[in-house]
C-alpha cells in the first residue's frame, strides 16, 4: 500500500530555512519523478495544489520560478525518502507541503505545515 508521510514543517522567521522529508512506501522513490506541492492558507484541500519542486528518475531537478535558487529538492534511494530544503523563506512561502509523484498521483500525504513570520 502507497503511503506518503510528511514532516519537517514549522514556523519560522523570514529568511530562515527548514528542511522537508517525505517518507514513502509501497513503492520506490527512486523510479519516478517526484515533486513537492504546495497549497496556500486558505484553499480547498485538493485545490490550488502548485508542484514548486521536482526530481526525475534521472536526478535532473525542476522548481518554479519563485523557488527557484532558494529551494533544493533531493532524494535518498536508499531510505526512499524525498527531501526539500528551503532556505531565504518568505511569507509567500507559507503554505502546507505535501510530496507525491508528478501526474498521475498517488494518494496524498496529510501534508506538513509551513508558516513563515514576517
Known amino acids: 500500500q502507497v503511503r506518503l508521510v510528511e514532516s519537517g514543517g514549522g514556523l519560522v522567521q523570514f529568511g530562515g530555512s527548514l528542511r522537508l522529508s517525505c517518507a514513502a512506501s509501497g513503492f520506490s522513490v527512486g523510479r519516478y519523478a517526484m515533486g513537492w506541492y504546495r497549497q496556500a492558507p486558505g484553499q480547498a484541500p485538493g485545490k490550488q495544489r502548485t508542484?514548486?519542486?521536482?526530481?526525475?528518475?534521472?536526478?535532473?531537478?525542476c522548481y518554479v520560478d519563485s523557488a527557484r535558487d532558494r529551494f533544493t529538492i533531493s532524494r535518498d534511494n536508499a531510505k526512499n525518502t524525498i527531501y526539500l530544503q528551503m532556505n531565504s523563506l518568505k511569507s509567500d512561502d507559507t503554505a502546507i507541503y505535501y510530496c507525491?509523484?508528478?501526474?498521475?498521483?498517488?494518494?496524498w500525504g496529510q501534508g506538513t505545515q509551513v508558516t513563515v513570520s514576517s
Open positions: 508542484l514548486v519542486a521536482s526530481i526525475a528518475a534521472d536526478g535532473m531537478t
Open positions: 507525491n509523484r508528478l501526474a498521475p498521483e498517488f494518494r
